[in-house]
């Protein structure tokens, strides 16, 4: 069972900054109490808050998650680089001749990519492309993500709230294009990400559009047919 004080830091997670009242309402808490909980947060320093001035009463103060907080999600570098090795060992060299070295990195991260895919594919198998979205939701969070999903007027998008990789995202653009043809792969269709954690962002955002003429429900018949 999820303690109050790791809720409250998903709930910054996921919003990037929340008030005493925003927390309140989300958790279903008496103000005090959380207040009592951000006050051992601070202590830990995994939270700290900023004083935000309105233009009539008194100002208030929103809750953050600090650099510390943000590290208790998980990280998967030891992931990463395990799945690197395994796909370099079986390298052809006939499959490398010629390349530059960014074309290299960037064919062992899309074998990275059609091999987890194979991996998870028969958890896909026969579902709709909701369905399929929303079980790839449930993957990113097995491979150590903070994910969920939402129907959109043109489809779907899934949102990361933890970059399980962020670090070298933010030094290697080849971290989230793996992202984006995993993805692409486990739902059939194409994605694209049009927000980046690494970049800044709230959150990773991946986008699923239906086919233009098209309505979702449409798609998803079609998808199971």
Not at 82 to 102: N, S, W
Not at 113 to 138: H, I, M, N, P, T
Request: glycine fraction near 8%; proline fraction near 3%; aromatic fraction near 6%.
């Amino acid at each position: 069972m999820q303690t109050t004080k790791s809720q409250i830091l998903e709930v910054l997670k996921r919003t990037g900054g929340s008030t005493v009242d925003e927390l309140a309402q989300r958790l279903g808490l008496a103000p005090m109490t959380i207040r009592q909980h951000l006050t051992t947060l601070e202590r830990d320093e995994l939270v700290y808050a900023s004083e935000v001035r309105r233009p009539t009463g008194r100002p208030h103060y929103v809750y953050r998650l600090t650099e510390k907080g943000d590290e208790t999600f998980p990280r998967r570098y030891d992931r990463l680089a395990t799945l690197l090795l395994q796909e370099v060992g079986g390298l052809d060299p006939r499959e490398i001749e010629g390349r530059t070295a960014e074309e290299k990195t960037a064919l062992v991260f899309e074998k990275v990519a059609d091999r987890l895919a194979q991996q998870y594919a028969a958890r896909l198998a026969g579902k709709s492309l909701e369905e399929k979205v929303a079980e790839v939701a449930a993957i990113l969070h097995t491979e150590g993500g903070f994910a969920d999903w939402a129907r959109t007027e043109r489809g779907f998008e899934i949102r990361d709230y933890n970059c399980v990789y962020r670090r070298v995202a933010a030094t290697s653009g080849q971290v989230c294009q793996w992202h984006v043809r995993l993805l692409s792969r486990l739902l059939g269709t194409g994605v694209r990400c049009d927000e980046r954690l690494s970049a800044g962002g709230e959150c990773c955002r991946f986008v699923i559009e239906v086919p233009e003429g098209l309505g979702a429900r449409t798609w998803e018949g079609q998808d199971q047919a």
